[in-house]
C-alpha cells in the first residue's frame, strides 16, 4: 500500500490525540515528559525578576493537575498563597493563538506582563504581531478562550 501525506498527517494526528489526555475545565499547558507548566520556568519570577527563571527541581507544587517550580521557597509561597495572581492566562497558551480561536503552546522565553497578568506567546515574530494590538487580542481571547477550554 502506498502512504500519502494525508494519510501519515491523519495517522500521527490521531496518535497524538489518543496520547493526549482528557482536558481539565481550565486546562494548563505541559510538557509531555514531567508534567511541567511552563516548562520549568518559575511563574512568580516574571513579576519578582523582570524575566524568565527556571525554577528547581526540590521546589514544586502541584495545581490545575501540572507541576509548578520554582526558584525560592519565597516564590513557591507568593504562588500558593494566590496563584491566579501568577499563573499565565489561558494555561500558558499562546495568547495571540487565543485571540484567533486556536491553541498553540505559549513560550516561556516570549512572555509579556499586562494589567498585573501574564501573557506568553508562541515565538518572537508572533509577539510582534500581538504587541501591536495588545488591548484588542485581549478582549478577543478573553471571548475565544471559554470555548476552547471545554470538555472534548
Known amino acids: 500500500m502506498k502512504w500519502t501525506r494525508m494519510m501519515v498527517a491523519g495517522l500521527v494526528l490521531g496518535m497524538m490525540a489518543a496520547l493526549t489526555p482528557a482536558r481539565a475545565a481550565d486546562p494548563v499547558r505541559t510538557t509531555f ?14 513579576f519578582t525578576d ?4 527556571k525554577g528547581e527541581k526540590d521546589i ?3 495545581y490545575k493537575g501540572a507541576t509548578w517550580r520554582f526558584a525560592s521557597r ?6 500558593r ?3 491566579d495572581a501568577y499563573a ?3 494555561g500558558g ?15 516561556p522565553r516570549y512572555w509579556k506582563i499586562v494589567d498585573g497578568k501574564l501573557y506568553l506567546n508562541y515565538n518572537r515574530d508572533v509577539q510582534e504581531t500581538w504587541e501591536k494590538n495588545i488591548p484588542g487580542f485581549i478582549e ?3 471571548r475565544n478562550w471559554p470555548g476552547l477550554v471545554k470538555d472534548e
Open 50 to 53: 523582570g524575566k524568565p527563571v
Open 140 to 142: 478577543d481571547a478573553d
Open 33 to 46: 515528559f514531567g508534567n511541567l507548566a511552563l516548562e520549568g520556568y518559575d511563574t512568580v519570577a516574571y
Open 88 to 90: 499565565p492566562r489561558y
Open 60 to 62: 514544586t507544587l502541584e
Open 74 to 79: 519565597e516564590h513557591l509561597e507568593a504562588f
Open 93 to 107: 497558551y499562546c495568547a495571540w493563538a487565543v485571540a484567533q480561536n486556536k491553541e498553540a503552546p505559549g513560550d
Open 81 to 83: 498563597q494566590d496563584p
